[in-house]
């Protein structure tokens, strides 16, 4: 009895080895950010909010991974990782997806069993895109108007020393007070914008003490619809939000062109607020 128990430790330890021996031993790799580029002449500033990485292995997606990452993958040897930048649509973390006017960035790198590869992707705009409207508040004005409802206005800083300039030379700044306490300002252009669903986005660069609206006006051939798209909440630092606007431009087929307004009020337990905006971009495909 004595040999059969210790033959049955030896069968059980050797099938044990055997089976860590097939366990597959995985690489790593490791992402910090993903970084853009543009030409700033046609795409405006290089500013973005990518939170995700959205892995590929062989046009499979093996997962979506929250920035910075570092995950194990069971590939070994050169391998091409195809890295797709992820965003937050309209703010909202519960609605992460790829930015679908971001390239994806390929990468060949030699994985090494229980290695950590780091990828340091940079992607880029698609080429084929459209941008009618880039407001960077570089130049003296710009082109926004207070609709009659505000009681307020819109002005510009300048700085490059400026704390409250994030990027570039000038920015735009909203203060409200208990004495005017309501702001509204609309896009001064109109623009024909696709009304099939295809995806259309209003990037913007804000920071802010008080929540405010984007929002779009609709012209229709007899009267005017004001839709608000989303309350954007305060951020205490600059932030960039992706504003998706194509299921709202579908839902007026017979509108003719859009226009752009951004608001806010100041609510009656505060005595001052104040917004910051900059890098307004409207893009959308061809």
Same mark, same amino acid.
């Given at each position: ?5 210790? #033959? ?76 797709? !930048?992820?965003? /937050? ?92 306490? #309501? /702001? ?14 295809? !995806? ?11 929540? #405010? ?5 609709? /012209? ?37 062109? /859009? ?28």
């Amino acid at each position: 009895m004595k040999y059969s128990y210790y #033959f049955v430790l030896l069968i059980v330890a050797l099938a044990f080895n055997s089976c860590k021996e097939d366990e597959p031993i995985p690489a790593y790799i490791k992402i910090d950010a993903i970084d853009l580029t543009t030409d700033i002449y046609t795409e405006g500033w290089d500013t973005e909010n990518i939170k995700d990485a959205w892995i590929y292995i062989d046009n499979e997606l093996i997962g979506v991974y929250e920035l910075p990452a570092e995950f194990p993958v069971l590939d070994e040897g050169s391998t091409t990782v195809s890295i797709g !930048p992820g965003i /937050f649509l309209n703010g909202i973390s519960a609605t992460r997806t790829p930015y679908p006017f971001y390239r994806f960035s390929d990468n060949t790198v030699n994985l090494v069993p229980e290695n950590t590869t780091t990828i340091s992707p940079t992607v880029t705009y698609f080429s084929n895109l459209n941008f009618p409207w880039i407001e960077d508040f570089e130049s003296t004005g710009f082109n926004m108007t207070p609709t009659s409802a505000s009681d307020t206005v819109m002005t510009q800083i300048f700085g490059s020393s400026n704390t409250n300039v994030e990027y570039g030379n000038g920015a735009a700044y909203i203060a409200l007070d208990t004495v005017n306490s #309501f /702001f509204e300002i609309e896009s001064d252009n109109k623009y024909v914008l696709p009304q099939d669903n295809s !995806p259309v986005f209003l990037e913007i660069d804000y920071k802010s003490t008080i929540p #405010f609206t984007v929002g779009v006006f609709a /012209f229709q051939p007899n009267y005017t619809d004001q839709v608000p798209i989303v309350v954007v909440n305060p951020k205490d630092e600059w932030n960039k939000i992706y504003i998706e606007l194509a299921f709202t431009l579908s839902d007026f087929p017979s509108a003719n062109d /859009f226009s752009f307004f951004i608001g806010t009020f100041l609510s009656n337990d505060l005595t001052f607020g104040e917004v910051y905006i900059d890098n307004i971009k409207l893009v959308y495909g061809n």
